[in-house]
Each structure stands twice: as C-alpha cells, then as structure tokens.
C-alpha cells in the first residue's frame, strides 16, 4: 500500500462524488441536517425550547407581592393587574394581594396553575439561598449521601458512581449541604446538595456530572435538589449518544453506495488494472468518509463544548467514535461487497445500522450504572462529555474489540475486492464463504482463520451480554439448577458464535475446494481451528480491563477465557486445558461434517453445540 | 515482450483455459480468436494481471503480470468499458492520469492529442450522456493515457456501428505501425485478419491453432482454383465471355482441362483463392474439442 496512490484515490472519490450528487439529494440532506439540528436544539432546551407553555397561566399580582419575582422567572405565568373581576370572568386564573392568594382554584387549570406556582416558589427559593453570602446560615443542615455500587444488574441507579455525590465540595468528598424547607408552599424543599456551588457540581462524581449535564440538557440549572438527585431514566446518555450514532449512519449510505457501484457493471474493473493496489483502492474510497464521520464527531463535540452544554468534551471522545466509524465503514464495506444490487444493499445496511447502533447505543444508556455500558466505545463519550476521567484501560477495553473487528472486516471484504470475485452474481451466502476461503491457503489456515475472526467473536459475545444482562435478574429452573435467564440465554449465544466461528471457515474451505475431502484431514483441520480459538480465546482477557466479571453474567460469559480465583492449582489447571480439548473436539466434529456437505455441516454443528452448551453449562453452574 | 507459459484458469471446478502457452514479439500484433467461452477474454485479463493463474505463469516485458510495474506498461481496453457516467472525458482521463502518476502537463496535452485523433467532440459533457461509439473512444483514450508498450484490447470493436467499428479498427492499426505491441481479440475475423500478424484460435479453453495467417491456411485451409474455358464444362458458369469452374484438386483442373478439349476449346486461365481465416476458424472448430473442461473431483 502506498500513501501517495491512496490519497490519490481518495481525492478523486471526492472529486467524482462531488459532481455526482444531484440538487434534489442536497436538499434532501440539508433538510436531513436542519432536522437533526432542531431536534438537539429541542434537546438541549429540555423540550422547553418551543415555547409551548409561555404565558399559559394568568396570574394577577403586583410588585409588591413576593410572588411577583417567582411568577417574573416562570415564563409559564403571564403578569397581570391584580383584578378580582378578571377572575370571576375566568381571565386570570390566580389573584394574589402581598402573600395572600385571594382567589380560589376552582377549575383544574387554576388549580394547575397553584401547583405550578408552589414548584416555581420551591425552585426559586434553592436560587436565592444558594446566592446567600452565608451557605451555612442558608443551609443549616448537612447531609451527605453516599452511593453504594450495588451487586446484580437490575439494581439500576444511576447515580452508582464512585460514592461521590454531587456537591460543590472542593474536595469532591460527596457531602452535601441541606437545609430545611420553610415548611409554607413550597412543597417541603429540603434542601440543595449541589447548591452554593455554582457550576461546581461538575467537579464531583459521576452522578454528579451527570446531573450537571442533564440540568443543562433540561434547562434547570439550578439542579442539586434531592428531587433531581434520582431521576430513573439516564436521558442524557441517550441524547448524547444519539447525537453521535445518527451521523454515522448517513455517512454507511453514501459510502456503501460508492463501494457498490464500483462492481456494478463492471465500472472497477479499470482501476484494478492501474498500478493500484487493492489495498490503495480500497483505502482512497474509504479514506473520506472516516475522516468526513470523525470530522462530524470533532463538529459535535466542539458544538457543545463551546456551546457550554458539555464544556469537559475533549479529544478524548472523538478518539472513542473512531473505532465505531472504523465498524460502521468495514460492515458497510463488507456488505457492498456481498450486496448484488442496490436493493439488496439498502437490506443490508439497515441490518448493520439496527444492529451496530444497538451495539453502540444501548450499552452507552447505562453509563455509570454498570461495567456493562464499557462495552461500547460511545460510554466513553458520554463520560468524557460529562467531565469524567476515562482511564487507559477502560479507553483499551472499550475501543480495541470494535477497531480490530473493523479491521477484520475490511479484510475479509479486501479478499473479494478482485476481478473473479467481486463482479460475480453470487448470493450473499455464498460470498461470506468465499470471503472466508479468501484467507485459506493450506491445513494451518485453518489456526489462523481462527485466531483472525476471534475480534468478531468477541464484539458479538460482548454484545450478546450487553442486550441479555436486563435479564439476569429472572430464575429460570434448568436441569435442577436454579440459573438466570440472562445467563442461560448468553451462554446458549455464546456456544453458538463460537462454533460457528471456528466451524464456518472450515466450511468455506471445503466448499473452495483448499481442503481435502478425507476424514484425516478433516479431523486434523478440525483440531487446528480449535487450537486457534483456543489461543485467541486468551483475547477475551481484555475483559479484565473491565468490572464485566463483577457480574454473574459477566462472570459466566467469559468463564472459557478467565479461571476463578482460589481455585487448587490443579483445578486451576484442568480447567485451563479442559477448554482446550472442549474447542478441538467440537471443531473436528464440525470439520468432519462440512467434508461431507451442507447438510452433514449443519447437523455436525449441532451436535458440536449441544456439546460445548452443556459443558459451558455444567462449568458455570459448578463454579460461578 | 509477453510471455505465457502453460497458463491454466480454473473456476470451481470449470476449466476456463488449459493450459495455453504463447508468446508476442515486440511491436507484434497478437490475435485471440475464437467462439463465445472459448477462454478468450480470460486468457486476456490474466495478462493483464486481472486474473491470477491457477497455474502457470504469464510476464510482461520480464515483468510478472501482478506486479504494479508491469501495469505501468500496459493498456487495457475490456470488451465492455463502463465508465464513471458522473464525470466528463476531461476529468475521467485526469483521474487515470493520476492513478498511473502520469505528470500533469504531459496528461493534459496527452489526453487532448490522444481525443483529437479519435476526434471525440464535447468533451465537457458527462460520459452518461454520450453514445456508446463516443463512451469507447474515451475508453479507448484512457488506455493510452500512461503511454503504454503493450496494449491488450478484448473486443475494441464491440458493439459499435460500423463506421465508428472501422474507426476503431484504423486507429488500432495506427497503433501498431506506432511500434506497440497489442494482444486483440475480435468476433469479427476480418479485423483480425487485416491487422494481425499472428493469430491464434482458441475453443473450448484450449489453443487448437497457431500461426501466421499463411500457416494456418496451409494447415486449416485449402486452395481453390478457378478454371477458365472457351468452352462450357459441367459445373461451370459464364464470367465475362468465358466460362469458369471452381475446383479444389490440380487432378480436378487437369479433368477440366481434357473436358474442355474434348468440347473443342481449351483453359485460357488458372487462378487460385486461398482460404480466408474465417473458413480457417471454421473448420478448426468442426474438428471438435480435444477434452473435458471440467476437473473430476477427487473422491475419498
């Protein structure tokens, strides 16, 4: 690969796409962009943006009156003259004289406006006491809350950081400043834990960075009172992992239509026969659209940096989105090169926006409620957005799974990207295959076909734990042992990615004519491919990069590629190589059935299954 | 300057070529032809390093043909060219210009000297909206952008109406007085013939003949001879005045020699007319095929 070729390719698929994008695609996405823009403009205003309750509450009162300060800052209340005849007429819904409401709820909107009201007073009040010169005067009862990290996955708190609240204590110890409500209308208000502070409630904890983010998200920049302390859905990772994911999925549909059209009608078959290689080839079309999706994410992360929605942003999170871009493009690659149409493209890359934005977005909602959300590399955005450290080994562990899976993907799409391969009318099928033959030369590539595909193997079962661990919490009976669902469901996943990925090569190779057909070679391939599983299996310790074993489910997920602790050194090592034997023997038995045909593959793969199943299940059910 | 030795092409189980074995001389001009799935265009695109051999080997210029250098050296005109219909000739033949790191100066007076001669007009209009006789002459440019030694045209004429085909067909010829060395293939025999110095026929992805055009007819061909007489013989038929049968024997001549002199007249002329490549093709290819093109799968 030569980087001057590269660039070369890569100026001319801008070039190329530039003059072949017609007025009616522009403007559809512009109209695409000033959408996304009003709904995070509608995001950051907390959805209050719109306007659509100003002035909704009529309330006659005068300067005078206390009240007059808490109804100015409401936009919902619209000031009037006092007037007990405009309220007989229906025109204002409260009448207050000094502190007296002289006017009585009858409808449900007058009553709906007092309520309003006692909220506004209760916020108000937080605001004027936090301003006190004298925060111990203001606030004469200190309470400090501290978080406990609860075991089990359904204990969903979202403030379960690292026990320090949020509070506007230099030293970030968590202890928080309350005092006692004035006991009149406003509804009890014990306090403020992240009052007095200022901004400061970003120097705490993760909960507390959290709430700061989330009261600039919602507008409500008081925050810190115990009723913002818990809210039970985490809306600001969703938003800020939303406002990420979405740009990628534009840039997979202009991408794959570019990857696609090179093999229709034969248009790439010029450029292979330049001095090109594939590699510069594939690098130059691919090259604008990485940097045009992390140049978005640098915009996103800028924007609200310098919008002072999220002022810790930095270039932290735009190192994390490029691993997902790298998934994104190689998925995105992969599948034009397997697509034999634009319709059958449009299919496949709907499935790898379903489910690599499930892969990307789901973990990322329970950011600082369990190890679970490292899995994907969007957590560590919203940490970094909301002004978390991120360390090494979480950046490692959360990054390095998808970047190599990209890789692996670009890789196996680079094998098609040849004249035989890549203008052929071949099923999607039957291109995975020769995908995956593209890498057979001889029985030992076997071992590495192994070892290469293990990054898939890993994303998936990481994944597989992330959307299965909700259900961790229900019991399910099975064969007399009293077992999680979620647990059962991962380890019945994960037995069957396994198998399929040290089986389906092997597969490939006799369908490709690399192996011979007999039942030796069939076994010794087949032991080969679970030699290599079994080494790179050992990948799979990048989980101890992680708390993922903190779970049960994490736990039982990666029993084949970690030992419990305590264990004799000679349980220790049985268990160590009893895998192993585990790998080869399933291996050889699916190897010996895709010698004979599909039909052999699928039923000796199924008995390889139930195999590595009942083993993982009688491990898991003894020693996790 | 190219060098094919025993280049075999196999697809599954499919024989696409067996094993041919050829080679072209500097500045020669090389023909391939054949019936459809003879192995032609195979046989060309792994010359041109498009396809890899599964066995044997083919080199250019001493280079192999997977090299980038080789590629460097070669133009490649496929039988069906589609070109980036978003682009105008101008800009589609930078881009190439590019890719083969062709100095910008020299690509820009190349690419204009290059499209005067094949006199493409409308230069600035989107390859999407020329005709195919135009699309091909770009193609056609594009292939000559690096100055290439060797060119390898699969079908240059393909498709195209006859006058822009004759057009194509000069240039070409053009090329070859220009001292390039080009390996054609063509349905259209004629082409072939006028411009090839060798050819070889291939059927069933397998060489069955070789040679200059004379070698071919003495070995594929015959000669016929047209007898002419004063005087009508069985078979003969009235030409200007005299009387003529064609024969393919000098017994069968001889024989209407004593015919005529029997009817009181004599031969006043014997011309001969030698087998066109076409009846040369022909009857190559009722000789059959020579075997399987299918590889018997080893059973355990």
Known sequence: ?624 | MIDARDIRKEYGGFVAVQGSSFSVDRGEVFGIIGPNGAGKTTTLKMLAGLLEPTSGSAEIAGLDTETAEMRQQLGFLPEESPLYEEMTPISYLKFFADLYDVDPDVAEERMHDTLDELELEHRDRKLGDMSKGMKRKVAIARSLINDPDVLIYDEPASGLDPLTTNYVIEFTEQLANEGKTIVFSAHNLFHVESICDRVVIMNEGEIVARGDLEELQAEYGHTRYHVYTTVDVPDAVQENGSYKRVVESMDAVEETRERAEANGGDVVDIRTEESSLEEVFLNVAEAGTRGTRYVEEDAE
């Not at chain 1, 204002?92 to 009585?104: H, I, K, P």
């Not at chain 1, 899976?405 to 035989?420: D, I, K, N, P, Q």
């Not at chain 1, 647990?487 to 011979?516: D, F, Q």
Request: hydrophobic share 45%; with cysteine; aromatic share 8%.
């Open chain 1, 1 to 624: 690969m030569q980087l001057d070729t590269l660039l070369r390719v890569a100026k001319w698929e801008v070039t190329k796409n530039a003059g072949g994008v017609d007025k009616r695609t522009i403007l559809v996405m512009a109209l695409s962009l000033v959408a996304m823009g009003a709904v995070a403009a509608i995001a950051v205003s907390g959805g209050t943006g719109a306007g659509m309750d100003d002035g909704i509450y009529r309330i006659g009162v005068d300067e005078s009156s206390p009240y007059y300060g808490v109804a100015a800052d409401d936009s919902t209340f619209d000031i009037r003259e006092p007037d007990p005849a405009a309220v007989e007429r229906r025109q204002q819904e409260l009448l207050y004289r000094g502190t007296q409401l002289r006017s009585v709820p009858r409808t449900a909107k007058e009553r709906a406006a007092l309520t309003e009201l006692r909220d506004s007073t209760a916020q108000y009040n937080d605001r004027t006491l936090a301003r006190d010169d004298n925060q111990t005067a203001a606030f004469p009862v200190s309470v400090t809350l501290v978080y406990e990290q609860q075991s089990g996955s359904s204990q969903l708190d979202p403030r379960s950081g690292d026990g320090s609240g949020g509070s506007d204590s230099s030293d970030g110890s968590g202890s928080s400043t309350g005092g006692s409500g004035d006991g009149s209308d406003t509804s009890g208000t014990g306090g403020s834990a992240a009052s007095g502070g200022g901004d400061s409630g970003t120097a705490g904890g993760s909960g507390a960075n959290l709430g700061a983010i989330g009261a600039r998200l919602t507008g409500d920049v008081q925050g810190g009172t115990p009723s913002d302390i818990s809210p039970p859905f985490p809306f600001e990772s969703l938003v800020l992992a939303f406002l990420y994911i979405v740009p990628m999925n534009f840039v997979i549909q202009a991408y794959g239509s570019s990857m696609l059209s090179e093999r229709l009608n034969r248009r790439g078959e010029l450029l292979l026969v330049t001095p090109a290689s594939r590699g510069d080839i594939i690098g130059g079309k691919t090259l604008p659209y990485l940097a045009g999706a992390v140049g978005v994410a640098a915009l996103i992360t800028a924007a609200l940096r310098f919008g002072n929605i999220a002022p810790a942003g930095s270039y932290v999170a735009v190192l994390a989105v490029v691993p997902l871009v790298v998934l994104f493009l190689s998925a995105t690659f992969c599948g034009a090169m397997f697509a034999r149409s634009f319709k059958e493209l449009t299919f496949v890359t709907v499935t790898i926006t379903v489910t690599l934005t499930s892969y990307a977005f789901v973990p990322a909602i329970f950011t600082d409620v369990t190890p679970i959300a490292l899995i994907s590399p969007l957590t560590l955005v919203v940490l970094d957005l909301t002004g978390q450290s991120v360390g090494l080994s979480s950046f490692v562990f959360s990054t390095v799974p998808p970047l190599l899976t990209g890789l692996v993907l670009f890789g196996l799409g680079a094998g098609l990207y040849r004249e035989e391969d890549m203008f052929t009318q071949r099923p999607i099928p039957l291109k995975v295959l020769d995908a995956l033959a593209g890498g057979i030369n001889s029985r030992r590539s076997a071992l590495k076909m192994s070892i290469v595909l293990l990054p898939l193997v890993i994303v998936a079962e990481l994944a597989a734990i992330a959307f299965l661990f909700v259900l961790d919490s229900v019991s399910l009976n099975v064969f007399g042992t009293n077992q999680s669902l979620g647990i059962v469901l991962v380890l019945g996943v994960i037995v069957i990615i396994e198998e399929l990925a040290k089986s389906l090569h092997v597969y490939a190779g006799y369908e490709h004519a690399r192996y011979e057909r007999t039942l030796r070679s069939a076994l010794g391939i087949g032991a080969l491919s679970g030699l290599g599983f079994f080494i790179g299996e050992k990948g799979l310790l990048i989980a101890r990069l992680s708390d993922l074993e903190s779970l049960p489910i994490g736990e039982a997920a990666l029993q084949g590629a970690t030992l419990p602790a305590g264990l004799p050194l000679w349980v220790a090592g049985l268990l160590f190589m009893l895998p192993l034997a585990l790998h080869t023997v399933t291996a050889a038995i699916s190897s010996v059935g895709a010698s004979r045909g599909r039909r052999a593959y699928v039923a000796a793969l199924t008995v390889a299954i139930v195999i590595h199943f009942a083993y993982n299940f009688t491990v898991v059910s003894t020693l996790v």
